[in-house]
């Protein structure tokens, strides 16, 4: 089993999540974070330090984000690895609230 990174990640990217991770499978993209499945050992500790809940275990996807496992698989292929938190966009808080982000990906 593993983690994915949702999309409510899009555009906020906190980055929260980076440094508890004890087996490094964050991938950092322009505007999002994945988590690559190969590398997760479903350790749980990510999952409570998103503020914006975008972290979930793939048995507990929420109905419409199911292309999401797919997407953290094939991104975190391209992206590279981040071990450390960096600092979130500017505009990261205007973007909390606003769903259906998919379409502000960027690869």
């Not at 999309?7 to 929260?16: A, F, G, H, T, V």
């Not at 991938?27 to 190969?38: A, F, K, R």
């Not at 991104?75 to 909390?96: C, F, M, Y």
Request: hydrophobic share 35%; with cysteine.
């Amino acid at each position: 089993m593993t983690f994915l990174v949702l999309e409510s990640c899009i555009k906020c990217k906190l980055m929260d999540c980076v440094e508890v991770c004890p087996v490094d499978c964050f991938h950092e993209g322009p505007n999002m974070l994945v988590i690559d499945p190969e590398e997760c050992i479903d350790c749980t500790l990510c999952e409570p330090e998103c503020p914006v809940d975008a972290i979930v275990s793939e048995d507990e996807i929420p109905h419409g984000q199911e292309q999401f496992l797919e997407l953290n698989a094939e991104l975190s292929q391209d992206w590279p690895v981040i071990t450390e938190a960096g600092e979130p966009p500017p505009d990261a808080d205007d973007w909390r609230e606003v769903e259906e982000k998919l379409q502000y990906l960027e690869r």
